[in-house]
Nanobody
Framework: QVQPVESGGGLVQAGGSLRLSCAAS????????MGWFRQAPGQEREFVGR???????YYADSVKGRFTISRDNAKNTVYLQMNSLKPEDTAVYYC?????????????WGQGTQVTVSS
């Protein structure tokens, strides 16, 4: 099973920006619904957003207006642009290949990338 691979995490101050990348060699990301999730310490993994094959996107209320998911078909990569970051955005961020249009069922998870937002 091919896993997606995330990159781009790091430490940023509140109000700053980061861009996460998700590559999926062996899979064509434009053929899947691709999702982003996150898990903060002591909390359950939560949905952040997803991009459908059509390119349409959907976001959790907590990140709407601040985060943007995009896709570069030539690079077979999906991105999560995170702006106006808050300390509560601190989490391990995961990319996922999804079975269904709402990412309710995940085919495979990446290993995660840590995002830490300092106040």
């Amino acid at each position: 099973q091919v896993q997606p691979v995330e990159s781009g995490g790091g430490l940023v101050q509140a109000g700053g920006s980061l861009r996460l990348s998700c590559a999926a060699s062996g899979r064509t990301v434009s053929s899947y619904v691709m999702g982003w999730f996150r898990q903060a310490p002591g909390q359950e993994r939560e949905f952040v957003g997803r991009i459908r094959r059509s390119g349409s996107t959907y976001y959790a209320d907590s990140v709407k207006g601040r985060f943007t998911i995009s896709r570069d078909n030539a690079k077979n990569t999906v991105y999560l642009q995170m702006n106006s970051l808050k300390p509560e955005d601190t989490a391990v961020y995961y990319c996922a290949l999804c079975y269904d249009s709402d990412c309710s069922n995940v085919d495979s998870w990446g290993q995660g990338t840590q995002v830490t937002v300092s106040s």
